[in-house]
């Protein structure tokens, strides 16, 4: 006996896989970027100016990182598509309904 899930059950799982990457990745290339930018110093003895530089590439590493896995978990093609017919779809009348013939 095993479990089937829908459709939707498995994408629903597989974003929630790819969300619970977030927080590593963002933690990650912080510390990465202090790491080398703290090497960078030590070498060069510039403390603490490339740790300061280092560490906000790392942010902005972090930041690009949790954009890229936010967009593919939740991809813009899955937004609900416009109606055809603005105004059919608010339920306003259109004009040809609104003008009497006479008939």
Do not use: C
């Not at 403390?47 to 949790?66: E, K, Q, S, W, Y």
Request: proline share 6%; hydrophobic share 50%.
């Amino acid at each position: 006996m095993g479990t089937r899930f829908t459709k939707q059950t498995g994408e629903a799982l597989r974003a929630a896989g790819a969300l619970s990457t977030v927080g590593l990745a963002f933690v990650l290339a912080l510390v990465i970027g202090f790491w080398f930018g703290t090497v960078l110093d030590g070498w060069l003895g510039t403390r603490p100016a490339f740790t300061i530089v280092f560490f906000f590439l790392g942010l902005a590493a972090g930041i690009l990182n949790v954009y890229r896995i936010v967009s593919q978990a939740y991809p813009r093609s899955s937004a609900p598509a416009a109606p055809a017919d603005p105004a059919r779809a608010s339920g306003q009348p259109d004009d040809r309904e609104l003008h009497d013939d006479g008939e």
